[in-house]
């Protein structure tokens, strides 16, 4: 009898900082596409933008942020990976240490909408399927992959945003119950986001 594989789910994401609307999602995606696991991968250095936060301090965060749920864990496969991140060479990373998993990565769909121009992209769509995370309402324009390959998940905490969460530290206006306590807290004892303007 051959063993069924698992589903597992790699949310994929700068975390700069991570924030509820990004749990809620990688619970809703957990529950809704029957995924065993979700691991978050913090992005080291983006190709399109510089973090705010050392990698350090976004995967420190993310680990504070998910330490409570079984089901998800923190990978640093990114940020122990010298250069530019890529997804490309995440999904090669977490298929070579999981070989027995069928590989479903999730991320913003702001993100997911650009996935056309990602490194060898014709190399992608065989090492993945691709959930665009979205808030209801938002009109989201899907890429043209192969059928199949990308899907919408609507989560209604995602209006809140990493960018918004930032300007809130920066002008010393409460972020409780944006983020997890752990995260407020981590966040005030390092001042992260002070003098970002
Ligand atoms: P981003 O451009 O900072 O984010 C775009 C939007 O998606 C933002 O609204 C962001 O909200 C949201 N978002 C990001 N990650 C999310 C997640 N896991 N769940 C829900 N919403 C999320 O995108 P990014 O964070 O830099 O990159 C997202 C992922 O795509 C990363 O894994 C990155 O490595 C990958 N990527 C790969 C390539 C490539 O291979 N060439 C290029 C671009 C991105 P918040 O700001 O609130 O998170």
Known sequence: MTAKRLRVGVMGG???????????????????????????????QPWHKKPVSSAEHRYLMTVIATAANPQFNV?????????????????????????????VFISGADAIAQ???????????????????????????????????????????????????????EEDKPIWYLVPDGVVQYIAKHQLYRGNK
């Not at 999602?25 to 978050?40: H, N, P, Q, R, Y």
């Open 14 to 44: 700068t975390f700069d900082p991570i924030h509820h609307g990004h749990l809620v999602a990688a619970s809703e995606a957990a529950s809704t596409l029957g995924l065993d696991e979700v691991i978050f991968v913090p992005t080291g």
């Open 115 to 169: 996935i056309l121009a990602w490194k060898e992209i014709d190399q992608i769509w065989s090492l993945a399927e691709f959930i665009a995370v979205s808030r209801p309402g938002h009109v989201l324009e899907l890429p043209e992959a192969p059928e199949g390959t990308i899907s919408v998940l609507e989560v209604p905490a995602l209006s809140i945003s990493s960018t918004n969460i930032r300007s809130r530290a």
């Open 75 to 103: 990978s640093r496969i990114d940020i122990d990976r010298p250069g530019t991140t890529y997804t490309i060479d995440t999904l090669r990373d977490l298929a070579s240490q999981y070989p027995d998993a069928d590989l």
